[in-house]
């Protein structure tokens, strides 16, 4: 429980896996979420092959009581993370006239109403440790949009105006 932690939302492959493998190299515990039990055992055994520090645990971003279930299990199991990389994401492509209300709120709420929850329930531990950091993962499509993406940029959009909104809070 001394150990720092660091939390990393898709971990288990992509650039996700690469930032826990960096954090748990730089001595950080890594709790790293996956959608799947499998995917949060790839995590855990990755990191175990290497002799460094951390766990994987299943997160459905689209589900708020699993985000608030992770973040009870964190603050049970671990040392509260004071750094937090929201890496995670999902794209449900389709022109904007075809796009079904799921294909739309399926990316809001993975993409953005998750970087809000876990934010918000990390955040507290952060400032009264008077030191943390929060990463998220954006993309270009933010500021350039894309065709049959209009989900997608204005959740990326999204996250990247909460940064700077939070970073002036803060």
């Not at 971990?11 to 960096?22: C, K, N």
């Not at 995917?39 to 990755?46: D, E, F, L, V, W």
């Not at 996250?159 to 909104?165: I, L, Q, S």
Request: charged letters at 20%; proline letters at 2%.
């Amino acid at each position: 429980m001394s150990e720092k932690a660091a939390l990393v939302t898709g971990a288990s492959r992509g650039i996700g896996h690469a930032i826990a493998l960096r954090l748990a190299t730089m001595g950080y515990f890594v709790i790293g979420t996956a959608t799947t039990a499998e995917g949060a055992k790839k995590i855990t055994n990755s990191l175990a092959e290497k002799n460094l520090s951390g766990t994987g645990e299943i997160l459905d971003l689209m589900q708020p009581e699993s985000l608030d279930q992770l973040l009870s299990r964190i603050q049970e199991n671990y040392s509260s993370p004071l750094i937090l990389v929201n890496n995670a994401g999902v794209t449900r492509d389709n022109l904007l006239m075809r796009m079904k209300p799921e294909e739309w709120s399926t990316v809001i709420e993975t993409n953005l109403s998750a970087v809000y929850h876990l934010t918000r329930g990390l955040i507290r531990a952060m400032m009264k440790a008077r030191w943390g950091r929060i990463v998220n993962i954006t993309s270009v499509v933010a500021s350039m949009g894309n065709s049959g993406q209009s989900n997608y940029a204005a959740s990326k959009a999204g996250v990247e105006g909460f940064t700077r909104a939070l970073a002036i809070e803060l």
